[in-house]
């Protein structure tokens, strides 16, 4: 089998842990384009990205995995036009710990649904506990109201055994699409 190269997109709302995933997997220092928040968002975190976090991984024989996180917030969408020739898939990032995680993952939904279908997709559910089962119920419930078809896990976003089942799951939808 030849080397290729794949991009798999971090998608989710400000804080649900794409920079995490990139810097877990990321064969360097993830290349980051945070900044200090100056509006609402403040008060949940210190920083947040806004154009994109970069890394890589090294698949052997198989290529090499391009990591891109985009910012959570809808005004920074436009991101996705820039890496999404080549694309293999999409993992949509929810924080269980947030206010309102379905509220979350419903604004990312609103902003990307109508290229997610075009994609292999995942919803990982990161720094979820005791309500992980809930969560992973509510979020396909969401899933369909967008008519959106994706495999939903609970994840730790730091950990990257959780990463590479993420993977595992974007490019087995890939070889079935």
Request: hydrophobic fraction near 45%.
């Amino acid at each position: 089998m030849s080397a290729s190269t794949w991009k798999l997109a971090f998608i989710g709302e400000p804080g649900a842990g794409k920079s995490t995933c990139i810097n877990a997997v990321s064969d360097f220092p993830a290349v980051s384009t945070d900044v200090e928040c100056t509006d609402d968002l403040a008060k949940l975190k210190k920083t947040t990205t806004v154009a994109l976090d970069y890394g890589e991984m090294n698949l052997g024989e198989q290529g090499r995995l391009l990591l891109y996180g985009l910012p959570g917030q809808s005004r920074f969408s436009f991101m996705m036009d820039a890496i999404q020739d080549g694309l293999a898939g999409v993992v949509v990032l929810v924080d269980a710990q947030s206010k309102a995680p379905i509220l979350g993952l419903t604004a990312t939904l609103d902003t990307y649904a109508g290229m997610l279908a075009r994609y292999p997709l995942v919803v990982a559910i990161n720094k979820s506990h005791d309500q992980a089962q809930e969560l992973r119920r509510q979020a396909t419930a969401v899933l369909r109201r967008y008519k959106l078809v994706a495999p939903v896990l609970s994840v730790d976003a730091r950990r990257r055994e959780d990463l590479a089942r993420i993977f595992d799951l974007v490019f087995l939808c890939a070889e079935h699409a």
